[in-house]
């Protein structure tokens, strides 16, 4: 049996190679404005209230009374920053791992040129990893907001009083 008969193994196999391309990577993990994004991100979770503003800011929640995909996220960056680690996870499981994206997206802007070139060679040479961490993280990260959302629905589906 090969790996072509399996389809989940096929896949995984063309998803690990299919458009990680090492010359590509650092643009796409470590570029320009993934730097910006990462210091505005934890701009964002220092300035951010840890339990929220009170100000509802999700539209998508607004409109329709269903979280987004996204929701939490920066209440736990804010509650991730100050390592109140429980209250982090609480708002959103991912959010923990998107501090420590931002983490070294930042101070990795602040190495020596000749760091920096280490370190690109470094993740071009696992390129390939890296594409299949990514696309693990945002699969999860859509699956708990789906599941969050489905569950949020059912119950309120189930109990319309409140």
Known sequence: MSSSDLPLISWLARARTG???PHRV?????????????????????????HGSGIQVCWLESATGLPCLGCGVTRSL?????AMWLESWNYHPMGL???AL??????QSLLPGRLQIRLTTHMQTRAADLHLLYLAFVTVF????????LIHWTT?????AG
């Open 19 to 21: 458009s990680a391309q």
């Open 142 to 149: 859509v699956a708990y907001g789906l599941v969050r959302a």
């Open 26 to 50: 650092c643009e796409l993990w470590l570029g320009k404005p993934c730097v910006i994004v990462a210091w505005l991100g934890l701009l964002l979770a220092v300035l951010s209230p840890p």
């Open 156 to 160: 309120s589906w189930m109990n319309p």
């Open 102 to 107: 931002f983490a070294f997206t930042a101070a």
């Open 78 to 82: 804010s509650c991730g920053i100050r």
């Open 97 to 99: 791992a998107i501090l």
